[in-house]
Nanobody
């Protein structure tokens, strides 16, 4: 299996940027596709962004397209989520998740697709 630890969350003002990081250990990181999800109080955990094993393909939630960028560095066993132009609606706990797959160019947007989850990092955007 693989262990995932998120970091980089914090309290920021609307319009600011944050870069979240997901550090992986345990199994060969390049064997996993990775996704970012978020959950606000009282709401369902929702898809934010996902990236394939080799980083060649990715996708993101429509409301964050053009603002959030997902990337990975397999040599460092990390996946990042660069978040720009943050709004109040981006406030949530952000989780990274990993799915072991043999497909190098596939990404996954469904929560049920993922095998492993981190503990989350809080992002709070204030006015």
């Amino acid at each position: 299996q693989v262990q995932l630890v998120e970091s980089g969350g914090g309290l920021v003002q609307a319009g600011d940027s944050l870069r979240l990081s997901c550090a992986a250990s345990g199994r060969t990181f390049s064997a996993f596709a990775v996704g970012w999800f978020r959950q606000a109080p009282g709401k369902e955990r929702e898809f934010v962004a996902a990236i394939s094993r080799n980083g060649d393909r990715s996708n993101s939630l429509a409301s964050v397209k053009g603002r959030f960028i997902i990337s990975r560095d397999n040599a460092k066993n990390t996946v990042s989520l660069q978040m720009n132009s943050l709004t109040l609606e981006d406030t949530a706990v952000y989780y990274c998740a990993a799915k072991e797959t043999v497909y190098s160019n596939n990404y996954y947007v469904a929560k049920s697709s993922y095998d492993y989850w981190g503990q989350g990092t809080q992002v709070t955007v204030s006015s």
